[in-house]
Nanobody, 115 residues
Framework: QVQLVESGGGFVQAGGSLRLSCVASGSTLSINTMGWYRQAPGKERELVATISRGGSTQSADSVKGRFIAFRDNAKNTVWLQMNSLKPEDTAVYYC?????????WGQGTQVTVSS
């Protein structure tokens, strides 16, 4: 079993930056993909960015060029660096881990971007 603890959310102005972090504990040796999803009010949860154990990344078209996920396998940690934030990025962001066919989620952290 894996436990995920997120931090780094907050309130920022448009054009600003935030970095989210997520630390995994428990049965971490078999973790494959780590990354981030988000859910805005009235919308479905959507993929933001993920990174495989080997370093391959994928991201939503809406954040390409602005957000990037990166990880340190030795520290069992994944980050989401968010630059050039827009009001439409406002959402609850969830850390995500895929391990042996199972998905695990962090508690969520609020990101609010003002105009």
């Amino acid at each position: 079993q894996v436990q995920l603890v997120e931090s780094g959310g907050g309130f920022v102005q448009a054009g600003g930056s935030l970095r989210l972090s997520c630390v995994a504990s428990g049965s971490t040796l078999s973790i494959n993909t780590m990354g981030w999803y988000r859910q805005a009010p009235g919308k479905e949860r959507e993929l933001v960015a993920t990174i495989s154990r080997g370093g391959s990344t994928q991201s939503a078209d809406s954040v390409k060029g602005r957000f990037i996920a990166f990880r340190d396998n030795a520290k069992n940690t994944v980050w989401l660096q968010m630059n050039s934030l827009k009001p439409e990025d406002t959402a609850v962001y969830y850390c995500y881990v895929h391990i042996w066919g199972s998905n695990y989620w962090g508690q969520g952290t609020q990101v609010t971007v003002s105009s």
